[in-house]
């Protein structure tokens, strides 16, 4: 089972820190397909398979956390089974801490969420230090139940914590948290963020696949490194929302394809080149990045040729941001190369990379309208009515070719149309299909 990890740094006195420095977060948890909930008439309480463990990581001597966590409405929590959901919470007493740990349901000001405020004691009336290496366990166990929630992912929620080090000093932290809670076996999931996104989630959400649109509209910051992976979408935060780092992985197949990302990089395995406008009113100019280093600047929308299939990998160390904002469009000669964080239909009479008889190109988009992968490209012409760009060195004889929207759609990985499926996943009629 895996962890509910708060991490506080270490302060004096009454004082507020930020979320956004990594102090607190959930470690994302799932629940077993094989719950059991039930009511114990003896012990007068409710049991639960479903847990996950709260542990306080902190140099100092603390007596005393409290916190507000936030789940579905649907879901309920519990501390242990001695506790039931709604069970009114304690006063603390003057001069000495509860020796025991308590929940409760409060107002929740999250619509669609329940509010559980969390109220953890030491057991002794001194303070003393708990953290994974002293005490190798957690402090208290949170019980939950999701019978009658749909398989999804849901986010979850953490904020007003405060530490309490003595009677007279505490920490608390400001900001709001979100990790998540896998039912069941989604597939084709989205995941909307709220505020700081700790390093350990990001970890996470790295290797959860069932997620594949991330909503980052009400994000503020992503801490740790952050994935942006070739099968997810997506959807830009409304400010900026700092990444501290990142990495791309994907396969690619021989030949031309699109890349757009929101850091800067460089590539020796490819050849690389930014649009340079139209000549002849029909082939594509291609010209390597500006850059004395062949550096890519961040958000910019470029086609790449590789002479070989292979593994496509990009990462930065340097932190970058994430915004609606930010333009991912380069215009000239009348004719745009335009970038997407995610997945959508190329509007109709834009042009998408595509192989038709063994020849690519950009071909112009009729009633059919292929899908356009997450970081990938699509050109649109304020004139429209040519039928296909050529790339450079390609014959005349593309002139002649469109495309038929009544064929089934079938497209690689990179986006490219193809003729049939091989060994390999592929894009049939807007879905993932593994041959």
């Known amino acids: 089972m895996k962890k509910l990890v708060f991490t506080i740094c270490a302060l004096f006195s009454t004082c507020f820190v930020n979320a956004e420095d990594d102090m607190l977060g959930i470690v994302p948890f799932v629940a077993p397909s094989n719950e059991t909930i039930a009511y114990d008439e003896d012990e007068e309480a409710f049991t639960s398979t479903n847990s996950f463990d709260v542990n306080l990581v902190y ?5 005393a956390c409290d916190f507000k966590f936030y789940l579905p ?11 039931q959901p709604g069970e009114i919470l304690p006063v603390k007493k003057s001069g000495a801490p509860y020796h025991d740990t308590t929940i409760g349901k409060t107002e929740s000001d999250i619509k669609g969420y329940d509010c559980y405020r969390v109220m953890a004691y030491h057991n002794s009336s001194s303070p003393k230090a708990f953290n994974n290496d002293e005490s190798g366990k957690s402090l208290f166990k949170i019980y939950y139940g999701t019978k009658g929630i749909a398989e999804g992912i849901y986010p979850i929620y953490v904020k007003d914590v405060k530490l309490t080090i003595s009677t007279t000093s505490s920490v608390s932290v400001d900001g709001i948290s979100t990790s998540y809670v896998k039912v069941g076996s989604p597939k084709d999931a989205t995941l909307a963020v709220t505020g700081f996104v700790p390093s350990f989630v990001t970890s996470a959400l790295n290797n959860e696949t069932a997620i594949t649109t991330l909503d980052l509209t009400a994000a503020t910051t992503i801490n740790g490194e952050f994935a942006l992976m070739d099968s997810r979408s997506l959807i830009l935060p409304e400010k900026d929302v700092t990444v501290k780092r990142g990495f791309y992985i994907r396969n690619i197949p021989a030949g031309y394809s699109t890349l757009c990302l929101p850091f800067s990089y460089t590539c020796d395995d490819i050849e690389l080149f ?4 139209l000549k002849d009113g029909k082939t594509l100019v291609l010209t390597p990045p500006d850059d004395a280093d062949g550096e890519v600047n961040a958000n910019t929308p470029v086609i790449f040729k590789a002479t070989n299939a292979g593994t496509l990998e990009l990462a930065t160390s340097r932190p970058f941001k994430l915004s609606a904002s930010t333009s991912l469009t380069v215009e000239k000669d009348g004719v745009s190369l335009v970038g997407t964080y995610a997945k959508l239909s190329a509007p109709k009479g834009s042009y998408v990379l595509q192989s038709q008889n063994d020849m690519e190109a950009f071909y112009k988009v009729g009633s059919t309208q292929p899908s356009v992968l997450a970081n990938r490209c699509y050109l649109t012409s304020a004139a429209g009515e040519v039928k296909a760009f050529a790339f450079p060195g390609c014959p005349t004889a593309i002139d002649g070719l469109e495309t038929d929207a009544n064929e089934s759609a079938i497209y690689d990985i990179a986006g490219r149309k193809v003729s049939k499926a091989d060994k390999g996943i592929y894009i049939v009629d807007g879905k993932k299909v593994v041959k």
């Open 274 to 277: 930014t649009f340079g406008g």
């Open 59 to 63: 140099s100092k001597n603390y007596i």
């Open 73 to 83: 409405s649907g879901m309920f929590a519990f501390v242990d089974e001695s506790v």
